[in-house]
């Protein structure tokens, strides 16, 4: 009978304050769940008084003067964010939660180890009581922002490039599993069953017979028999592999299937999977050489390999979204282009997926009575003719308030199909009450 060995890492949970005065905590790799649950529980919190701070660093060094750029960007960053909002009126608690933030980077980034998270996220406000430190196996882009909302374009980004996957390392005695998300490896198993030996290896020999070629005879049977056996023993351990694969397949959110191995052994061990995770399967890789290199150098290789595959995935993918939603949008369906189109969407929350480029960048107002967004620079607000309020960053409060309203965040490179469109676009949960919709080109 197949026997399962589990190993999961020791520490995989962030470790999360929002109580204030909490002191600095020494964070671990985020999960994917965490950085969900965090994207949805930061998209439902505005500070209209205290500024919310928003801090994302890159902290993949290979030597001190890299090391030594990332404390002069956050030193410089804290004291032109003060200089800006000096005449704020919280000004004072906003110095506190900048402090704080500067502390608990500059714990960060005078750790040392041979292994050390590639990127930190950070955010504070004391008025709400937050305190979200949270790192990771890839890179963030340095910035600071203090905003009425928390800036989450990153983190969405990270989400939706580095989806899960689960490796299965394919051998004759069963597979070896890693699961993979946000391009770490978070956990891993071994599902192996025994083998039947030859009766050579066994130091068995055939019994001596006196006619001549019945010796050889009766060794050709033994060994068809104990191939026969050694099949079926291998038949078994594919079938343990592949029912785990399927529950570890349905336990969370759709993860991408990578196979290893060789050729035969993968393809005979497809045969045991049902067509849900087939249709799932991302790659086929080659066998590493060497005897066990499902470990230690070997396993983080094909880790790296892996999440390389499934950002390469990931921009393909972007591609047939963009052409999706502009040939939605043109034919006058359940889609609209343009900053102005996509804002009136999302103050009627009938947003299903915002498609916006990652070099967004765009102001407009927030109507202080109503909330409305909008992309002109009015005096009024064209809705409820209250005052606004401007709105620097209006990709990250389009970004907030889809993720608030359970819709999805698409975040694509640069692309010669959006760019005359303004940069974003959107596919809508229902068609505009008014009946306007369509495409409007720059």
Known sequence: MARTIARRRLGATARVSLVPGAGVPNPSLMTDHELRRALADL????????????????????????RERARVFVQDAVKRAIDRHRAHPQVDAMRRALGRVARAAEEHIGQQGEVSPRGLALFACEALGLWLVMTSSRPFKDELCVDGRPHLLQLARLADDVEPAVIAFVH????????????????????????????RACGVQPHAVHQRGLGAGFQYEREQRNQRHQEEAMERNWRAAAQYLERVHERGPRAHVVLVGTSEVVAAFERHLPDRIRQDILARLPRPPGKECWKGNGKHEIVAQVVDKVVEHERAAEGKEVERVVGEALRGGLAVLGPEDVVLAVNERRVHRLILEEDFERSGWRCR?????????????????????????????????????????????????????????????QANPNGLSGARPR
């Open 369 to 429: 009575n109503c909330g409305a967004l909008g992309t002109t620079h009015d005096e009024v607000c064209s809705f409820c003719q209250g005052p606004l309020a401007r709105v620097d960053a209006l990709g990250e409060e389009l970004v907030g308030r889809v993720l608030a309203e359970d819709g999805e965040v698409e975040v694509v490179a640069h692309t010669n199909r959006l760019h005359p469109y303004g940069r974003v676009a959107a596919l809508l949960r």
């Open 172 to 199: 004759a005695q069963g597979a070896h599993f890693y699961e993979v998300a946000l391009g770490d490896l978070v956990n891993e198993a071994t599902i192996e069953g025994p083998l039947p030996r030859t009766h």
């Open 43 to 66: 998209s439902g919190l505005r500070s209209d008084e205290e500024p919310i701070v928003s801090l994302y660093l890159d902290t993949y060094w290979n030597d001190e003067k890299q």
